[in-house]
């Protein structure tokens, strides 16, 4: 997937799997959709060779980075070493101790004090093999964030951001609208990268809203309950559940939710599958 980093047409080849955007004007896009951050914290994820850690730079408040490739990180370090407002982190955003970097310091908290966590916005490049884990730490960490700006391969986009029944609707999509709400801004072909991807990107904003509580879910189990539904997408819901529930409870518990046997995960909403859900966790407690 492309690197979210702009860098020049001169610039040497890259290594395999890089791609550094060359639309100035899609850089600077991808900035403002963050929205006024002259007072926020914002964590960039794979900064590469900078750019857009220039552009957030001079409007950020406060720019944490965390890049994984050794040689850029310390790059970025130099570049950016006389701004105060810019760390730069080298390592693996999925390593990385989240709670360290954003919770409170030792001493700055009394006790008995309730510690309300800044709300930071996050921007990056998700590689398309990762996308799913590292939405998955982020929302895990959700206390922290409040939006999520990223560009990732179109077809990925495309699936978080799929209604149900459409046939893009998928386990990504049902985890990623648990958490947030979804939107594509805008696609990129590869002429915008040099050297080109074989894929269009595109760009999605994701503002946390977490739904648990509306849904009357208890996290984990929900998602495990969603990763079983999706088992198989050519099965049906019924031969996806059937080896987790006893079939009279999952009989029962559908017939009470009025969902056919026959329906698959990807034709019900989010609501469905929660109350789907609730019955069943009710049958198995009796």
Do not use: C
Request: glycine share 4%; hydrophobic share 40%.
């Amino acid at each position: 997937m492309p690197k979210v980093s702009v860098a020049p047409q001169s610039r040497k080849k890259p290594k395999l799997g890089q791609h550094f955007l060359t639309d100035q004007s899609a850089a600077l896009r991808i900035v403002e959709a963050l929205g006024d951050i002259s007072h926020s914290t914002v964590l960039e994820i794979g900064p590469g060779t900078g750019v857009l850690t220039s552009l957030l730079s001079r409007r950020a408040r406060r720019l944490i980075t965390v890049e994984t490739d050794r040689v850029l990180a310390a790059q970025l370090r130099m570049r950016f070493a006389l701004n105060p407002n810019v760390e730069n982190i080298e390592g693996d955003i999925l390593a990385i101790d989240l709670d360290a970097v954003f919770g409170p310091k030792p001493g700055t908290v009394r006790p008995g004090m309730n510690h309300q966590p800044e709300q930071v916005r996050v921007v990056g490049n998700l590689p398309y093999f990762l996308t799913s884990e590292i939405l998955l730490r982020l929302f895990a960490y959700r206390k922290y964030f409040e939006s999520i700006v990223v560009m990732v391969q179109r077809e990925v986009a495309d699936r978080m951001a799929a209604r149900p029944g459409k046939a893009e609707y998928g386990l990504l999509s049902a985890t990623a609208q648990l958490y947030a709400q979804v939107e594509k801004l805008f696609t990129l072909p590869p002429e915008s990268f040099s050297p080109p991807p074989k894929v269009h990107s595109t760009v999605l904003r994701l503002t946390l809203a977490p739904r648990m509580e509306e849904l009357d879910v208890p996290e984990s189990a929900f998602i495990e309950f969603l990763k079983k539904s999706f088992g198989q997408k050519r099965k049906t819901l019924w031969n996806n559940l059937k080896t987790e529930y006893e079939p009279s409870i999952l009989q029962a518990a559908m017939e009470k939710s009025r969902v056919k046997a026959s329906v698959r995960a990807e034709a019900m909403s989010l609501d469905e599958s929660a109350a789907l859900f609730r019955t069943l966790l009710a049958g198995t407690r009796l």
